[in-house]
């Protein structure tokens, strides 16, 4: 199992705008995923997106991943004030088992 | 159940006594994951348990933690002769474990006080 390291570890922006955060890992994956969590409780899943995969949307959310470069971003679009939290990612290994590991995360504030 | 359900979701003691925190997984999960997070810190593993097969403990801090599943189904979680460092959101969640994508559903968190 690895872990995905989040960039960067805190972002503040106003309501409105959109809001980049990236993941790197270190090596190949079966997939990665995004979760998010609110005031220190439980992660929510976000986004799962597979190593044959380029871009997914859900939402407002939208995600990448370059493979060769071993890298995700998580983009929310008109980010809102409820989009504040924590937000994370996790590489899974191939074999879609075993232990999913996670970064510090990034610390998404939006101003109103 | 519906969700992964953690209990008690809160816990003070004092230093010295041991505690035990459950949680109780989504129904047909064969994957549980225990986690452990400080205040304004991130994930840290602890304990993953999936199907019969013997857990991965590696992230287990100390002997003191221990963690064991009955029945591929209810976990706990002990923490023996706690220190004030233990204090922390400790996570659990599951997931399908054998087939899928293995998407993670988190419980709410026991948050563990030491005083």
């Known amino acids: 199992s690895q872990q995905g390291e989040e960039d960067p570890q805190a972002l503040s922006i106003q309501e409105g705008e959109n809001a980049t955060m990236n993941c790197s890992y270190k090596?190949?994956?079966?997939?990665l995923q995004w979760y998010r969590q609110n005031s220190g409780r439980g992660l929510v899943h976000l986004i799962l997106?597979?190593?044959?995969?380029r871009e997914k949307h859900s939402g407002r959310l939208r995600v990448t991943l370059d493979t060769s470069k071993k890298s995700s971003s998580l983009l929310i679009t008109a980010s809102r004030a409820a989009d504040t939290a924590s937000y994370f990612c996790?590489?899974?290994?191939?074999?879609?088992?075993?232990?999913?590991?996670f970064g510090k995360g990034t610390k998404l504030s939006v101003k109103p | 159940g519906a969700g992964v359900s953690q209990s008690p979701s809160n816990k003070v003691t004092e230093k010295g006594k041991d505690v035990e925190l459950r949680c109780d997984p989504i129904?047909?999960?064969?994957?549980l994951y225990w986690y452990r997070q400080s205040l304004g810190q991130g994930l840290e593993f602890l304990i993953y348990?999936?199907?019969?097969?013997?857990?991965?403990k590696s992230g287990l801090p100390s002997d003191r933690f221990s963690a064991e599943r009955t029945g591929g189904s209810v976990s706990t979680l002990t923490i023996q002769r706690t220190q004030q460092e233990d204090s922390a959101v400790y996570l659990c969640?599951?997931?399908?474990?054998?087939?899928?994508?293995?998407?993670?559903?988190f419980g709410a968190g026991s948050r563990l006080t030491v005083l």
């Open positions: 969640a599951s997931s399908q474990g054998l087939s899928g994508a293995n998407v993670l559903t």
């Open positions: 090596t190949s994956i079966n997939n």
């Open positions: 997106i597979r190593s044959n995969e």
């Open positions: 996790a590489p899974r290994d191939g074999g879609s088992q075993g232990n999913l590991i």
């Open positions: 129904s047909g999960h064969t994957a």
């Open positions: 348990f999936q199907g019969n097969s013997a857990p991965d």
